[in-house]
């Protein structure tokens, strides 16, 4: 049955809601594999067969919101929190660049004091100098005001990932206390674009309740606000969580159908949205050991391995079972090149690699 959908995507043909359901609800082992295929082919054509690498640097836990499923929300008492100080920041960063990894993302939980917005301000600048603005900044940070993503901006990050979690309010409003609010999140990725970043979003799949109806929304939502770049991965509990102590450690079987849903949402989003970038998140390898590269092969087409110092790793845990807490930087370096080029991909070092639905909104 999926056949004639996937015929249709490679007639580029735009497929309509309910074609989209269907293929988020394949279970078949064949028609999956179709599946995976087609967004790959789609892949290839519109953004090539090479995989960006994006040094990640987890630089702080310290968290002032409180949703449902982070292992790193303020109420979690368990964790022990740590803010790196600038140099050791723009120490990893370098490092990035000298491993060639042409850019590098810079993520914490979410804080809005002004100390915290003047030290990103600075480690920015500081980065630019040091790379001699050639390695590409990428912030995700949380929510903020429009006069702070102005000034980092303009101290030099040209892109912001921020995920909308879930376009579905009744989601939203489930796992999240009632004064965070999807409204004033959609502001920012409005704010995003109005300052001039590349923008990107995302969404977790596999939440307790969410419909295939509820992800085909998500895509569409994606599409509308015509976002650059796509972070999405698979919910994972966390056991120190609201959320996460209502569920059982998975079984190998749910382990299964999330990484199979994760997959099928990259597949459906590459041919849905076509030239975006779409990263193959950490969780995918949460759930199997060789899910990124699963991801790559599904239509995702960039990889974020950690650059953050092997100490501080263990205390930024989203979710439970997270991957490479005790590799090293150049260790998950030299594993990933390995993998990647096992699969028969090129990997984009050295390179900023905007996505290339980024450098046709310029043109227009
Ligand atoms: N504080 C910032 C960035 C850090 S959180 C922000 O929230 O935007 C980065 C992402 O981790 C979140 O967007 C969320 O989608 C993801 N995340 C948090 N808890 C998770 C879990 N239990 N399973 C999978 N992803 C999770
Ligand atoms: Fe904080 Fe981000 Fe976790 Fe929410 S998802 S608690 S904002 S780190």
Not at 94 to 100: H, T, Y
Not at 266 to 273: E, Q
Request: net charge negative.
């Amino acid at each position: 049955m999926s056949h004639n959908i996937l015929d249709k995507v490679d007639r580029d043909d735009e497929l309509t809601p309910a074609e989209m359901k269907a293929l988020l609800d394949i279970s078949d082992p064949a028609e999956l594999q179709a599946l995976y295929d087609c967004a790959y082919r789609v892949k290839a054509r519109y953004v090539g067969k090479v995989a960006y690498f994006r040094g990640i640097i987890e630089c702080s836990n310290i968290c002032v919101k409180d949703c449902y499923y982070c292992g790193i929300r303020k109420s979690n008492t368990q964790v022990e929190r740590f803010m790196m100080d600038e140099e050791e920041i723009v120490r990893e960063a370098v490092w990035a660049f000298e491993n060639e990894y042409g850019s590098a993302v810079i993520q914490s939980g979410e804080r809005q004091d002004s100390a915290y917005i003047d030290l990103i301000e600075r480690v920015i600048k500081r980065i630019k100098e040091r790379t001699d603005g050639k390695l590409g900044i990428t912030l995700s940070l949380g929510e903020q005001t429009e006069e702070t993503y102005r000034r980092w901006r303009e101290a030099g990050a040209h892109r912001y990932l921020l995920r909308i979690e879930t376009t579905s309010p009744e989601l939203y409003r489930r796992f999240h206390p009632a004064d965070h609010s999807l409204e004033v999140r959609k502001n920012c990725l409005a704010l995003l674009k109005k300052t001039g970043y590349q923008v990107g979003t995302g969404v977790m799949m596999g939440l307790p309740g969410q419909t295939s109806e509820d992800l085909v929304n998500d895509i569409l939502f994606m599409k509308e606000i015509d976002v650059d770049m796509i972070g999405m991965g698979p919910y994972i509990p966390h056991r120190d969580t609201p959320m996460g102590k209502k569920i059982p450690p998975y079984t190998d079987g749910q382990r299964q159908a999330a990484l199979i849903l994760g997959l099928k949402m990259i597949a459906v989003t590459r041919i849905t949205l076509k030239d975006v970038n779409i990263a193959a998140a950490t969780a995918l390898q949460a759930l199997e050991h060789t899910g990124r590269e699963m991801g790559l092969q599904c239509g995702a087409n960039v990889i974020m391995p950690n650059v953050t110092e092997t100490d501080y790793r263990p205390n930024y845990r989203l979710y439970d079972n997270k991957p490479c807490l005790d590799e090293n930087s150049s260790m998950c370096r030299g594993c990933l090149t390995h993998r990647i080029q096992g699969i028969g991909e090129t990997i984009g070092f050295n390179e900023w690699g905007d996505s290339r639905h980024y450098a046709k909104r310029m043109r227009s």
